[in-house]
């Protein structure tokens, strides 16, 4: 109970938080150790050929969805993200946009050589182009997870009412149409994109209760 005000104090990070966090981080550890020792993991080529094969997505419209992430577009998406935080959270709520971006897509920039994952191969499965650098992590996913999937996140956080639930549906179902273009372009595997959605999850809520949406 606070003393000055009478209410009651609760607690930024609650001990299921931490577990949770802790569990994901393991998880990611896991997962990267993976990612560095073979070129793609056991379930990634049968699902990316039926992505490729099922999904009826146009290249340009894989090639559009693709320069959003790409900058300097991905600072008009960091711009908006911001205003949509400060809509749903406040103030916090859009500074946060900050260190969750930039951590992420800094970290996914330092991470990517040293596993050192090679792009698919156009042996394997249909590649657009010549797609530079290595597969993993998703740059493309921690750029997208930084943006609609903060929004998502905070929204299902800081608001309750049933329309606001439609938000992080929304969020949810851009982050699969980002990484159905990726696949579609033959840029990354299924568990590039996943893997990067993961990692964003765990940072988000690393630091989404400094945003006040979630003190539980």
Do not use: N
């Amino acid at each position: 109970m606070d003393r000055a005000t009478g209410q009651p104090v609760t607690r930024m990070y609650s001990l299921a938080r931490v577990l949770l966090l802790v569990a994901l981080a393991i998880g990611i550890a896991l997962l990267i150790v993976a990612a560095s020792r073979q070129p793609y993991f056991p379930s990634d080529l049968a699902v990316a050929r039926a992505v490729q094969s099922l999904v009826p997505m146009p290249v340009d419209m894989a090639t559009w969805i693709t320069a959003t992430a790409d900058k300097p577009w991905y600072l008009v998406l960091l711009t908006l993200t911001a205003i949509i935080a400060c809509v749903i959270g406040g103030w916090r709520a859009a500074l946060l946009v900050i260190p969750i971006f930039f951590g992420l897509l800094f970290f996914g920039i330092w991470l990517s050589p040293h596993v050192a994952q090679p792009r698919p191969s156009p042996e394997l499965i249909k590649v657009i182009g010549r797609p530079k650098g290595y597969a993993f992590p998703s740059i493309f996913g921690l750029v997208y997870a930084a943006t609609f999937g903060y929004i998502g996140l905070l929204a299902a956080a800081r608001l309750h009412s049933a329309p606001a639930f439609l938000i992080p549906i929304l969020a949810a179902a851009v982050l699969i149409l980002g990484a159905c273009a990726r696949i579609v372009l033959g840029a990354h595997w299924p568990s590039d994109l996943w893997v990067a959605y993961l990692i964003s999850f765990f940072w988000i809520e690393v630091l989404i209760p400094l945003s006040g949406s979630d003190t539980v």
